[in-house]
């Protein structure tokens, strides 16, 4: 899902193995992910969708403006959440760590790259299964039936 705030951005979903980039949108006075090389193209993740980051994933403080500071979230791997959804108003797009620090999309660092590892179990295609061709199929007369 892509948050609220960026419905004025054009958007695809999320696929396994996307190279993304954390970005601000022109159009948006927000941050998200972007594929590398579509810097114009908010990537939407799902509930329940995992990421691993390059490096230990970085976030600007909440003062930041301010006080200038990084923060470290202690793992470069992520799953994606929906916080604050009472709130039509707040931001919901939101990662949740292994350490079970959660921090909204809004407010990681620009250019961290990261790596789309698992989508949500309802999200992923099945492999094709082969339909059996009609003369793959053997037809025995059953008893009391005669060919």
Known sequence: MCDYSLHATASRPAKIADKLVTTSFVSSSTRGFAAVGEPEVAVCLLPGTEVVFDREA????????LL???CKLGSNV????????GDPNAHHDALEFPNGRTVLVTRLRPGQHATVIQ???GQRT???VAEPT????TVRPGPGITA
């Open 58 to 65: 970085e976030y600007d403080h909440i003062f930041g403006r």
């Open 68 to 70: 200038p500071s990084r």
């Open 78 to 85: 992520a799953r994606f959440r929906q916080v604050n959804l």
């Open 119 to 121: 989508l949500p179990a």
């Open 126 to 128: 099945a492999p094709a």
């Open 134 to 137: 009609p003369d793959a199929v």
